[in-house]
């Protein structure tokens, strides 16, 4: 992926993170497509519900 590529994937959770809070499911859901099909999802069996994790917001 390139520079711009990846620029563009971050800039919609950035933009939204300015309007409202943004749960980790935005984020894990850019970083999986910025890393693309077949990335490992480490030695867990399932991952963890992201929207009960943890919300971003921009101060």
Same mark, same amino acid.
């Given at each position: 992926m390139?520079?711009?590529? /990846?620029?563009r994937?971050l800039?919609y959770p950035?933009? /939204?993170?300015h309007?409202?809070?943004?749960?980790? %499911?935005?984020? +894990?859901?850019?970083v &999986?497509r910025l890393l *693309?099909? *077949?990335?490992?999802v480490?030695?867990?069996?399932?991952?963890p519900? +992201? &929207?009960?994790?943890?919300w %971003?917001?921009?101060?």
């Open positions: 390139n520079e711009e590529a /990846y620029r994937e800039e950035i933009q /939204y993170a309007d409202d809070r943004l749960g980790l %499911f935005a984020v +894990s859901g850019a &999986g *693309g099909r *077949g990335a490992s480490e030695p867990h069996s399932r991952l519900d +992201s &929207g009960d994790v943890c %971003f917001a921009v101060p």
